[in-house]
């Protein structure tokens, strides 16, 4: 501990900085945030991969249409690092008992949020093409800021194991997630390397993504609904 002598520090494999046992409690509490904060990430990650590559594969098999080209892919990875950088500064509820990882959860949600994305992207190419009759470079614009909007929200509805209000994103997340889609939306609307498709496409999209958001964080409490039933039928 903090008043030990220096042989004793000197042997031990953890020094205690300051008085007392509180900071191996401040510790463990500061372990347990850190890990939800992983398991945000992670069920994001995953139910992204899921999303845009199911979505591309599919675009382009079933089509024979690119939803989106290179520069737009390189986009969405240059936008989507500063929000994931954010994660480790947001505010999270540590867990009273010890954390471990349950992969058949994490990939369960992710796995669900990924393929709710496919089918609201391909909802989103659908109005594109059948309902605007937008040129091929309009919809590639269109589909590029859905899945920049779309994306973004997601991690609010990965972040929280209830409604995504239960827990208040941090300032720096928040403004990381507004600032990078201010300007992926800003690229589309004035055709910034992009086609532009103008404010009226842009709010449309937006509209349409939050709908969806609200749609995937039902879908994520009823999965976790799910999950918790059959843990308990597991044990008994």
């Known amino acids: 501990m903090e008043s030990a002598t220096d042989a004793a520090r000197s042997a031990a ?39 845009v590559l199911f979505f591309m594969t599919l675009s382009i098999l079933a089509f024979n249409f690119y939803p989106v080209t290179a520069l737009m892919i390189v986009l969405l990875a240059l936008l989507n690092d500063l929000p994931i950088i954010a994660i480790a500064y947001d505010n999270v509820k540590y867990s009273d008992s010890p954390e471990k990882w349950n992969m058949r959860v994490v990939l369960g949600i992710a796995t669900i949020l990924g393929i709710a994305g496919v089918i609201s992207s391909f909802g989103i190419l659908y109005i594109g093409e059948e309902m605007l009759h937008l040129t091929s470079g309009c919809i590639q614009s269109f589909i590029y800021l859905k899945l920049s909007v779309a994306g973004h929200l997601t991690l609010f509805v990965a972040r929280t194991r209830g409604p995504f209000w239960s827990i208040r994103p941090a300032k720096v997340l928040l403004l990381a997630i507004i600032s990078t889609q201010l300007i992926a939306t800003l690229i589309v609307v004035y055709g910034i390397f992009l086609p532009p498709i103008g404010w009226k496409l842009a709010l449309f999209v937006w509209v349409y ?16 609904d799910v999950f918790d039933h059959s843990k308990i039928i597991f044990h008994r």
Do not use: C, H
């Open 13 to 51: 494999d953890i020094v205690l900085t300051l008085p007392g046992l509180s900071v191996i409690i401040e510790a463990i509490k500061e372990s347990r945030k850190t890990f939800q904060r992983m398991k945000s990430y992670a069920i994001y990650r995953i139910a992204e991969t899921i999303r």
């Open 209 to 224: 993504a939050l709908a969806w958001f609200i749609v995937n964080d039902y879908v994520k409490r009823a999965a976790y």
